[in-house]
C-alpha cells in the first residue's frame, strides 16, 4: 500500500518521551510493508534535527519547522498567530502548538502530486488538517480524554490567570474530540478502556473504533548481573499529571509498606520536568533523577520497575519499556492496558491498593529467581506482542478494512 504517515514528532528510537519512541517502532513495522511517505514537524526537542537526517535515508520524508524563533519579531509574529488561533477556535492550546501550519502546506503539495491507498494520522494535532481526497482515513488517538468537573483550587493570586485558561482550555477537548473522530474512517486507540469511552462519549463513532496496542523496537536485554538489589524504579515524564499522582503515591504510601518487609529497599524516581512537589519526595530512601539523558542505565540496575498508574488513559509505554528489556513490573489493573487483548494473561506483577502493591514488590524482591523468570516472560510477551512487526500486521488489516470499505462507497 502507499502510506501518507502524518506525525506531530519525529520519530525517535532514544526521543523525550513515549510519542516519537512509539512513532520509531510504527514506522519501522510499516516500512516494511508498505512504501511510505512521512510528514512532520521539526521542533525544538535535543535530537530532532538528527532525528531527521536519520529518517531521510530511510523513506521518503517532508518536514515543516516549527522551531520557535529568536527573539524579534518573527517570534513575536508566531506568538499572536497561535494566541489568536487559540482565542478564535474551539480547539485546545496542545493541538494549536503542534499543528504548525507549514504542515498543511506540506500536505497540500505531497497530495497534489501522488495518490495514496492510506493516510495513517497520529495523536490530536494532527487531527485537524485537510487530507488528500480518495484515500482511507485511519487516526490514532493515544489518550481519551474524559470530561472531569472544574478543579476549583486555584491557589494562589498570582496562578489564578494560568489556572482559568487552564480549566478553560479543558473544557474545549470533548467537543474537539468528537469532531475529530467523525473526521475518519477508522479510528485507532491503544486500550478497551478508550474504546468504551469514546463509545460513551460519541455512540456515533462507536463502529468505526479499533484498538490496536503499540509496539516498539525491543532493546537488548538487560544484564541480570547489573541490578542493584532492593533498587525499584519509577519512570515518567512529569508534565502527565498520572505520572505525577504515580510517583507520590508511591513514595509516600507504597515505598513505606515495602520497606516494613524490606528494609533495603530504595526507590529511584527517573523523569523529565519533575515539579516540586515530585522533587520534594527525594530523601534517605528516595532519589530523584531529573531530565535524565537515558534512562536505560536505571532500567539495568532496577530490580523491580514500578507503574503504579491509578488514573489517565490510554497504554503505558514505561510498562512496554520495561518489559522488552526483561524487567519485572509490578503495577496496577490501569497500567495493563493495552496488555489483556491477545488471549494470555500479561506477565506483570499486578496489585489494586498501595497494600497489596507492596506485598507484590516485596515478594520480588525476595526471590531473584523469581523475578527473572517473570522478566524473561516479559521480554517474550514484548516480542510477540509488541514488536514492529506484530504492530503494522495489526495496522495494516486496518488500513486494508478502511480501504476496502471506501471502495465499496465509491469514494476510493
Not at 523525550?16 to 512509539?22: D, E, F, N, Q, T
Not at 481519551?144 to 498570582?158: A, E, K, N, Q, Y
Not at 468528537?178 to 477508522?186: L, N, P, T, V, Y
Request: charged fraction near 25%; aromatic fraction near 6%; charge should be positive.
Amino acid at each position: 500500500m502507499r502510506v501518507l504517515l502524518v506525525v506531530p514528532v519525529p520519530p525517535q528510537a532514544d526521543g523525550a518521551g513515549a510519542i516519537p519512541v512509539l512513532l520509531d517502532a510504527e514506522l519501522e513495522g510499516l516500512r516494511r510493508r508498505h512504501e511510505v511517505t512521512l510528514v512532520t514537524a521539526l521542533g525544538d526537542e535535543p535530537g530532532e534535527e538528527a532525528a531527521v537526517a536519520r529518517l531521510r535515508r530511510q523513506v521518503e520524508v517532508h518536514v515543516a519547522d516549527r522551531r520557535r524563533p529568536p527573539p524579534g519579531m518573527r517570534r513575536r509574529r508566531r506568538q499572536l498567530r497561535m494566541a489568536a488561533s487559540w482565542a478564535r477556535g474551539r480547539r485546545p492550546w496542545r493541538t494549536v502548538w503542534y499543528a504548525d501550519p507549514g504542515i498543511q502546506r506540506l500536505l497540500d503539495r505531497v497530495g497534489a502530486g501522488r495518490e495514496f491507498d492510506v493516510v495513517a494520522v497520529e495523536d490530536s494535532a494532527m487531527s485537524v488538517f485537510r487530507y488528500p481526497a480518495g484515500a482511507a482515513t485511519v487516526f490514532t488517538h493515544h489518550e481519551v480524554l474524559r470530561p472531569r468537573p472544574v478543579d476549583w483550587r486555584p491557589g494562589s493570586p498570582r496562578g489564578w490567570p494560568g489556572w482559568a485558561f487552564g480549566e478553560l482550555d479543558w473544557r474545549r477537548w470533548a467537543g474537539f474530540q468528537r469532531r475529530a473522530w467523525r473526521r475518519f474512517d477508522r479510528v485507532q486507540v491503544f486500550s478497551r478502556r478508550d474504546a468504551e469511552a469514546i463509545a460513551a462519549l460519541a455512540p456515533e463513532a462507536a463502529a468505526r473504533v479499533r484498538v490496536d496496542p503499540f509496539g516498539l523496537v525491543l532493546p537488548p536485554a538487560a544484564d541480570p548481573a547489573r541490578q542493584a538489589a532492593g533498587t525499584m524504579l519509577f519512570v515518567g515524564a512529569f508534565h502527565h499529571p498520572p505520572n505525577r499522582d504515580a510517583a507520590i503515591w508511591l513514595a509516600r504510601e507504597i515505598l513505606p509498606a515495602v520497606r516494613e518487609r524490606r528494609p533495603e529497599a530504595r526507590l529511584r524516581i527517573v523523569g523529565s520536568g519533575p515539579p516540586p512537589e515530585v522533587r520534594a519526595l527525594a530523601g534517605p530512601a528516595v532519589e530523584v533523577v531529573a531530565d535524565a539523558p537515558s534512562v536505560l542505565p536505571h532500567t539495568e540496575e532496577a530490580a523491580v520497575v514500578m507503574a503504579p498508574v491509578r488514573t489517565g488513559g490510554g497504554m503505558r509505554m514505561k510498562v512496554l519499556q520495561a518489559m522488552a528489556a526483561g524487567k519485572a513490573v509490578v503495577t496496577t489493573p490501569r497500567g495493563t492496558e493495552g496488555y489483556t487483548g491477545f488471549g494470555e494473561e500479561p506477565p506483570l506483577a499486578v496489585g489494586e491498593g498501595a497494600a497489596a502493591i507492596a506485598a507484590a514488590t516485596a515478594a520480588l524482591l525476595e526471590d531473584e529467581e523469581a523475578r527473572l523468570r517473570l522478566g524473561g516472560r516479559a521480554r517474550e510477551f514484548a516480542a510477540r506482542h509488541h514488536s514492529p512487526e506484530a504492530w503494522a500486521g495489526r495496522q495494516t488489516a486496518v488500513y486494508e478494512e478502511a480501504v476496502a470499505e471506501r471502495r465499496g462507497r465509491g469514494d476510493g
